[in-house]
């Protein structure tokens, strides 16, 4: 078996190769030996699954299998007598019970994940009420019953096998003895019951194989019903309280226990007001049409003549009535396979002593025969999909009817399971699609603003502007300021390059102000035949490398010295603008070593030792402190530093 995810949460979908109903075989010795067993094993499991999940808050791994924990259950514990004689039949004429489902509906009770146009609901109506005793009862001398010399007969209706009446009282035990107070190690609960399925006035096929049928006495006749009697004795049962229940009425004193050794210490003890007390009820079904809101009237009938909407609807109706049988996951289903454990009160029996029992023990009884058949029910219709939990069942699953409906119960029903990832397609698909759809967006959005404000010439500086302050355009400016590269695309995201073409460097001395500079080149050899001479500046810092046993020594020359031509025109600065000035050598011959020094522009600062320039870096023209090496008769290899922005 495997699971597929289908919506958020725990639920799963089955999905199993064994699913199918179980076809009832032909042979008796299969149904009875096999079959049935199998169904009532089904109620064992229902009756611990109902003790944990509907007579409990638990919220236990167990109880998260189902679609839902459980399935709805109103009761109404001050009902009427559901009989139409009322308080000539019923011991109370108000305070009876009745239990009513509600709609159940396939997909959102049992958990059958369908297109609305195949679902279906369905409804259980059940009413009990204690009934008169002594009214309805005779001994009869004539016909012994075991051992006993008379029998106790209860005359609810004759006992039937088809249409043949075969005994005209319902129910008989042996006539009861005078009681014996002495405790008995043998003492029990015995439950019993008939059943009769009444359908427009006629005798119905049986819907399970009950202790006998019977054909009820006018006061108990209901049409479109299945009447069923439930009679319980205390067969030597004492019990330490006695009990105002009208089903468990015990009242009579039967005798006092002492305690061994010790006299003072004793309780009396008490036993049933009569040798059988009889619990009546009718249980009804109701099929109805979610999408139209019809429903066929309550009955006994498990097929009602109902006009569908659909008819896919119709054919799933009737494969889960066939498949799952809900009819033999009613009450009487729970008594006949639980017997004495159906009755709660025996939770406190023990050694023929039964603890005590609150008024109202007989509703109690009977709500937890109804939480057992519904809980019943949800197992029946999971395995459905599942398959039967006992391989010798294999043999007996059919996968599909004739109309091939069962497909929709065997790749359609949820369960709860932790043990698996569900997540809506819809969901993830809408997700995927709305979220690539804003990345595209946001991908074009600009290019396409871009393109709209070009043709129509709208926003041109809001455009340059949004385009020139992206981070590759900004440092496009840069170099362009310094004067390097060749540039295309300077309105586009993207500017570039020539190829091959040196950008700037990052200059980082002074590490609190970083700065963009030209990035150390190559000396540059006189081209042929260019007409032009390439001059050097007289601004230019030379130095000398001289080889000495010491080392190299770097010596600072004037330019005037390395390069007379430059001595002709000479460009200086002054605070108040640029002006030409003419060399005189004469001049500059007059001036003493100090105007030399702070004249000459060629002088190290006065923080720079010359002591100090050997130890520089002289190889490193990036750093504003290091200076070039060159030859003072090479003057075509002179190395620049550029300007720094």
Same mark, same amino acid.
């Given at each position: 078996?495997?699971?597929?995810?289908?919506?958020?949460?725990?639920? &799963?979908?089955?999905?199993?190769?064994?699913?199918?109903?179980?076809? *009832?075989?032909?042979?008796?010795?299969?149904?009875?030996?096999?079959?049935?067993?199998?169904?009532? %094993?089904?109620?064992?499991?229902?009756?611990?699954?109902?003790?944990?999940?509907?007579?409990?808050?638990?919220?236990?791994?167990?109880?998260?299998?189902?679609?839902?924990?459980?399935?709805?259950?109103?009761?109404?514990?001050?009902?009427?007598?559901?009989?139409?004689?009322?308080?000539?039949?019923?011991?109370?004429?108000?305070?009876?019970?009745?239990?009513?489902?509600?709609?159940?509906?396939?997909?959102?009770?049992?958990?059958?994940?369908?297109?609305?146009?195949?679902?279906?609901?369905?409804?259980?109506?059940?009413?009990?009420?204690?009934?008169?005793?002594?009214?309805?009862?005779?001994?009869?001398?004539?016909?012994?019953?075991?051992?006993?010399?008379?029998?106790?007969?209860?005359? =609810?209706?004759?006992?039937?096998?088809?249409?043949?009446?075969?005994?005209?009282?319902? =129910?008989?035990?042996?006539?009861?003895?005078?009681?014996?107070?002495?405790?008995? @190690?043998?003492?029990?609960?015995?439950?019993?019951?008939?059943?009769?399925?009444?359908?427009?006035?006629?005798?119905?096929? @049986?819907?399970?194989?009950?202790?006998?049928?019977?054909?009820?006495?006018?006061?108990?006749?209901?049409?479109?019903?299945?009447?069923?009697?439930?009679?319980?004795?205390?067969?030597?049962?004492?019990?330490?309280?006695?009990?105002?229940?009208?089903? =468990?009425?015990?009242?009579?004193?039967?005798?006092?226990?002492?305690?061994?050794?010790?006299?003072?210490?004793?309780?009396?003890?008490?036993?049933?007001?009569?040798?059988?007390?009889?619990?009546?009820?009718?249980? /009804?079904?109701?099929?109805?049409?979610?999408?139209?809101?019809?429903?066929?009237?309550?009955?006994?009938?498990?097929?009602?003549?109902?006009?569908?909407?659909?008819?896919?609807?119709?054919?799933?109706?009737? =494969?889960?009535?066939?498949?799952?049988?809900?009819?033999?996951?009613?009450?009487?289903?729970?008594?006949?396979?639980?017997?004495?454990?159906?009755?709660?009160?025996?939770?406190?029996? %023990?050694?023929?002593?039964?603890?005590?029992?609150?008024?109202?023990?007989?509703?109690?009884?009977?709500?937890?025969?109804?939480?057992?058949?519904?809980?019943?029910?949800?197992?029946?219709?999971?395995?459905?999909?599942?398959?039967?939990?006992?391989?010798?069942?294999?043999?007996?699953?059919?996968?599909?009817?004739?109309?091939?409906?069962?497909?929709?119960?065997?790749?359609?029903?949820?369960?709860?399971?932790?043990?698996?990832?569900?997540?809506?397609?819809?969901?993830?698909?809408?997700?995927?699609?709305?979220?690539?759809?804003?990345?595209?967006?946001?991908?074009?959005?600009?290019?396409?603003?871009?393109?709209?404000?070009?043709?129509?010439?709208?926003?041109?500086? /809001?455009?340059?502007? *949004?385009?020139?302050?992206?981070?590759?355009?900004?440092?496009?400016?840069?170099?362009?300021?310094?004067?390097?590269?060749? #540039?295309?695309?300077?309105?586009?995201?993207?500017? &570039?390059?020539?190829?091959?073409? /040196?950008?700037?460097?990052?200059?980082?001395?002074?590490?609190?102000?970083?700065?963009? &500079?030209?990035?150390?080149?190559?000396?540059?050899?006189?081209? @042929?035949?260019?007409?032009?001479?390439?001059?050097?500046?007289?601004?230019?810092?030379?130095?000398?490398?001289?080889?000495?046993?010491?080392?190299?020594?770097?010596? #600072?020359?004037?330019?005037?010295?390395?390069?007379?031509?430059?001595?002709?025109?000479?460009?200086?600065?002054?605070?108040?603008?640029?002006?030409?000035?003419?060399?005189?050598?004469?001049?500059?011959?007059?001036?003493?070593?100090?105007?030399?020094?702070?004249?000459?522009?060629?002088?190290?600062?006065?923080?720079?030792?010359?002591?100090?320039?050997?130890?520089?870096?002289?190889?490193?023209?990036?750093?504003?402190?290091?200076?070039?090496?060159?030859? @003072?008769?090479?003057?075509?290899?002179?190395?620049?530093?550029?300007?720094?922005?």
């Amino acid at each position: 078996m495997r699971h597929v995810s289908t919506a958020i949460g725990t639920e &799963v979908l089955v999905s199993s190769r064994r699913c199918g109903a179980i076809v *009832w075989p032909n042979s008796l010795i299969e149904l009875y030996q096999v079959v049935l067993p199998y169904f009532e %094993s089904r109620y064992f499991s229902a009756s611990t699954y109902a003790q944990q999940c509907y007579e409990s808050n638990s919220t236990t791994q167990t109880c998260g299998t189902y679609v839902n924990k459980e399935l709805p259950i109103k009761a109404t514990r001050n009902a009427a007598c559901p009989f139409p004689e009322g308080e000539s039949i019923c011991i109370s004429g108000s305070s009876n019970l009745r239990l009513d489902t509600g709609l159940l509906n396939s997909h959102d009770h049992l958990g059958i994940n369908t297109p609305p146009t195949t679902r279906f609901a369905f409804r259980y109506v059940h009413e009990c009420a204690p009934l008169l005793v002594d009214k309805y009862a005779r001994v009869n001398s004539s016909r012994p019953f075991n051992s006993a010399n008379a029998s106790l007969e209860f005359l =609810y209706g004759e006992q039937i096998d088809g249409e043949t009446a075969i005994d005209p009282a319902t =129910y008989r035990i042996p006539q009861p003895g005078k009681t014996d107070p002495k405790l008995s @190690p043998n003492g029990d609960f015995r439950l019993k019951f008939a059943d009769f399925p009444y359908v427009n006035n006629k005798f119905a096929t @049986p819907s399970f194989a009950g202790d006998s049928f019977f054909r009820p006495i006018p006061e108990l006749v209901l049409d479109d019903a299945q009447i069923t009697l439930y009679f319980l004795s205390a067969d030597n049962v004492q019990f330490i309280n006695e009990v105002d229940d009208e089903w =468990y009425s015990a009242h009579q004193y039967a005798g006092t226990l002492h305690e061994f050794g010790n006299t003072s210490n004793s309780f009396s003890y008490y036993t049933f007001d009569r040798p059988v007390s009889v619990l009546g009820c009718a249980l /009804r079904y109701q099929a109805c049409d979610p999408n139209t809101n019809l429903c066929s009237p309550l009955s006994v009938e498990l097929m009602p003549n109902l006009t569908w909407s659909a008819k896919e609807q119709r054919q799933a109706f009737d =494969y889960w009535m066939g498949a799952v049988r809900p009819q033999t996951f009613v009450p009487l289903g729970v008594v006949e396979a639980l017997t004495i454990s159906a009755l709660q009160s025996r939770k406190g029996f %023990s050694d023929c002593l039964q603890g005590p029992l609150p008024p109202d023990q007989w509703q109690r009884d009977v709500l937890y025969w109804q939480g057992v058949s519904l809980a019943a029910l949800q197992i029946a219709t999971v395995e459905v999909a599942t398959g039967p939990t006992d391989a010798s069942m294999y043999k007996y699953v059919q996968k599909t009817l004739p109309d091939q409906s069962g497909d929709l119960s065997c790749y359609s029903q949820k369960i709860r399971s932790t043990g698996y990832t569900s997540f809506n397609v819809l969901g993830l698909v809408t997700t995927l699609v709305v979220g690539g759809l804003i990345i595209i967006i946001s991908a074009l959005i600009e290019l396409l603003c871009a393109l709209i404000q070009r043709r129509y010439k709208k926003g041109t500086y /809001r455009r340059l502007e *949004w385009v020139t302050n992206e981070t590759l355009q900004l440092q496009r400016m840069v170099h362009e300021e310094l004067g390097l590269g060749t #540039w295309t695309g300077a309105s586009a995201r993207l500017p &570039v390059t020539e190829l091959d073409e /040196r950008l700037g460097v990052l200059d980082i001395t002074d590490e609190r102000r970083p700065v963009v &500079v030209r990035s150390p080149v190559s000396p540059v050899a006189e081209k @042929p035949n260019s007409g032009f001479e390439q001059v050097q500046s007289p601004l230019s810092l030379q130095t000398t490398a001289l080889d000495t046993p010491q080392g190299s020594r770097a010596v #600072w020359d004037s330019p005037l010295k390395t390069n007379p031509e430059a001595q002709d025109t000479v460009q200086t600065a002054s605070e108040g603008g640029k002006s030409n000035a003419t060399a005189d050598p004469d001049a500059e011959a007059k001036k003493t070593p100090e105007e030399m020094e702070t004249s000459s522009p060629l002088v190290p600062p006065p923080s720079v030792k010359e002591d100090d320039i050997d130890k520089r870096n002289i190889n490193n023209p990036s750093s504003p402190t290091s200076l070039a090496q060159a030859s @003072p008769t090479d003057q075509s290899s002179p190395e620049h530093t550029g300007p720094q922005y």
